[in-house]
């Protein structure tokens, strides 16, 4: 084997949704500010009991029914997160557990909302190296934890939920090498530190340079694969923000691909949003079949992280 694909996607969202019209009550907010900044109408809330792992032993379990298999097919379980509580054991670790795994390498990979695509580079290139054979890679978030809920600039844009992926050895590559790196000078502007350990960020910093700086990374991952914009069949950003995600993938020349926007009715999941988007747009039929499609990220550190993929 001289590559690795995915095999199948699953999804999960706590069924509380928290609108717009509900912030009004909560904080100085409303409906028409809300969308004109960042395009969310609604989001999910995971209730008090409802942990991380719960949350990403639920989208792998949906992930592995996709895919035909069971957790002890399962050999490397590698979680993206910035909101687990615990330090010990990690997500992975639990959700291998929760899953049947038998034997699995299981690790946690913290780089915030890029979480997914570095996960999904690790996965891939642990499979080309005969490292593993099957991956679960997974993205969830539980950021509810960890906003300010009196503060109107952040707690408008969070959500939580999760998305995985089944990752299997291939004949034939369908994951591009990852395009991946970071701006260190940036490392504060999207954060949750202690003693607060709330969610806060530059809003403005980081827009001017996700909108200026990125479209000409995706096209290096473009590159990369050997795909041309107008060749894709989707396009999966990080969903922050409808601001960004509309400009960038017009700005790369994305004409004929399907642009998640899922942001609009889950908010900001950090890790979770590419997982959880592109499960969705796949299960409504929305992207064909072996099409591929772009997922790029950026997130705390000032990470990014980006590869095309052959659609399942």
């Not at 996607?9 to 909560?26: C, I, R, W």
């Amino acid at each position: 084997m001289v590559g690795s694909r995915v095999l199948s996607f699953g999804h999960y969202q706590p069924s509380k949704v928290l609108t717009n019209a509900d912030l009004e009550h909560m904080v100085d907010t409303d409906d028409e500010w809300i969308q004109s900044r960042v395009g969310i109408r609604t989001r999910h809330v995971a209730a008090a009991d409802e942990s991380v792992s719960d949350l990403a032993t639920k989208a792998a379990e949906h992930a592995l029914a996709n895919a035909g298999l069971t957790g002890a097919d399962i050999d490397f379980v590698i979680v993206a997160t910035c909101t687990a509580l615990d330090r010990s054991p990690n997500m992975a670790a639990r959700v291998a557990a929760a899953v049947g795994a038998q034997a699995p390498a299981a690790i946690d990979v913290n780089t915030a909302c890029s979480g997914f695509p570095h996960a999904m580079a690790l996965a891939d290139q642990s499979i080309r190296t005969g490292s593993a054979t099957k991956a679960l890679v997974i993205g969830v978030e539980k950021l509810t934890d960890f906003v300010d809920w009196t503060d109107r600039t952040t707690c408008v844009l969070v959500g939580d939920g999760a998305g995985a992926a089944v990752v299997v050895a291939s004949e034939e590559p369908e994951i591009s090498p990852v395009v991946w790196g970071s701006v260190p000078e940036m490392g504060r502007a999207v954060r949750i530190e202690a003693p607060s350990n709330t969610f806060a960020q530059e809003g403005q910093s980081v827009y001017r340079w996700a909108t200026t700086a990125l479209p000409e990374v995706a096209l290096q991952v473009c590159e990369r694969a050997g795909v041309k914009p107008e060749e894709l069949g989707g396009v999966v950003l990080h969903q922050a923000n409808l601001r960004i995600i509309e400009p960038l993938a017009r700005k790369i020349g994305a004409v004929n691909a399907v642009i998640a926007k899922d942001v609009v009715e889950s908010g900001n999941t950090s890790a979770a949003s590419i997982p959880l988007a592109l499960s969705k747009l796949i299960e409504r039929g929305e992207i064909r079949k072996g099409s591929p499609v772009l997922l790029f990220a950026f997130g705390g550190g000032l990470s990014y992280a980006g590869q095309i993929i052959n659609c399942p």
